[in-house]
């Protein structure tokens, strides 16, 4: 079992910048690929970004490519989504999941999920 807790996020203005911790607890944090979505008002649950176990290598949604930044810390037991240049189109929860798998990009690989953080981005 893997708990995961996000924080980080809040309201900031477009063109501004936040970064999401997802901190882990439970079982050992490098045997998990990390991914982070999103989810809107009356929209799906998208994909954002993941990340494999190792935190070698990413992948992220074409919306988000060249703005946001997902990163591992095995030591730390935390996932982090640095997003920068952010526009109004970025305000939705955020959430992180964990998987099993090597790396993972669809929500129904993913077993582990946070409660999710608010972003708002103000025009």
């Known amino acids: 079992q893997v708990q995961l807790v996000e924080s980080g996020g809040g309201l900031v203005q477009a063109g501004g910048s936040l970064r999401l911790s997802c901190a882990a607890s439970?079982?050992?944090?490098?045997?998990?690929?990390m991914g982070w979505f999103r989810q809107a008002p009356g929209k799906e649950r998208e994909f954002v970004a993941a990340i494999n176990r190792s935190g070698v290598s990413t992948y992220y949604a074409d919306s988000v490519k060249g703005r946001f930044t997902i990163s591992k810390d095995n030591a730390k037991n935390t996932v982090y989504l640095q997003m920068n240049s952010l526009k109004p189109e970025d305000t939705a929860v955020y959430y992180c999941a964990a998987t099993s798998r090597i790396v993972a990009v669809l929500k129904r690989e993913y077993d582990y999920w946070g409660q999710g953080t608010q972003v708002t981005v103000s025009s």
């Open positions: 439970g079982r050992t944090f490098s045997s998990y690929a």
